[in-house]
C-alpha cells in the first residue's frame, strides 16, 4: 500500500532505524562506514536514539493519542506499540555499560525490526484505511 503524505515522514524516519535493526544483530554483515564492534554498535544505537529515535516516538505517539480517541477500533495496536516504544527506549538507555552487550544488541535488533515492520504492515494501513481526510490532514500537521 502506497504510503499517505500524512505517514510519509514517519516511514522515511523507519528507514534509517531499519537499518540500525539490521547492523545491531549478531548476524549482521559490516556495513561501510558503520559501526563494527559491539561497542561502538551500542554507542551508536544510543546516540541514534537520543538524536532521533527518541523524537520519532514522541511524534507517534502524539499521532497514535489523536487517531485513539477517533477510532476505537485501533486501540489494540495502539496499546501494542505504546508498549513497544517503552520496552525499546528501556533498552536503548540501558545500552551504556551494559553487560552480555552482544546478546542485548541482537535482542534491540530483533525488537526494533518486528516493531517498524508491524507499524508499516499493520498500523500504518489501518490509519490509512479508517481514519477521515480531516483527521489525516491533522495527522499531516502533527508529523511535518
Do not use: W
Not at 5 to 16: G, V
Not at 57 to 68: A, G, H, S
Not at 70 to 87: R, T
Not at 97 to 107: I, M, P, T, W
Amino acid at each position: 500500500m502506497k504510503r499517505i503524505e500524512a505517514l510519509a515522514p514517519l516511514s522515511r524516519d523507519h528507514h534509517q532505524s531499519l537499518i540500525l535493526a539490521q547492523l545491531l544483530m549478531l548476524e549482521a554483515p559490516e556495513y561501510k562506514g558503520m559501526p563494527t564492534t559491539p561497542l561502538d554498535k551500542a554507542q551508536y544505537a544510543f546516540d541514534l536514539y537520543n538524536q532521533k529515535i527518541k523524537s520519532h516516538f514522541e511524534k507517534e505517539e502524539l499521532l497514535l493519542k489523536k487517531v485513539r480517541s477517533q477510532h476505537d477500533d485501533l486501540e489494540p495496536i495502539i496499546d501494542e506499540i505504546f508498549q513497544e516504544h517503552l520496552m525499546l527506549t528501556k533498552i536503548f538507555i540501558s545500552l551504556p555499560g551494559a553487560s552480555e552487550l552482544e546478546a542485548k544488541l541482537d535482542v534491540l535488533g530483533h525488537l526494533l525490526s518486528k516493531h517498524i515492520r508491524k507499524e508499516e504492515r499493520v498500523l500504518f494501513p489501518q490509519i490509512q484505511e479508517t481514519c477521515s481526510q480531516e483527521l489525516l490532514n491533522e495527522i499531516h500537521d502533527l508529523t511535518h
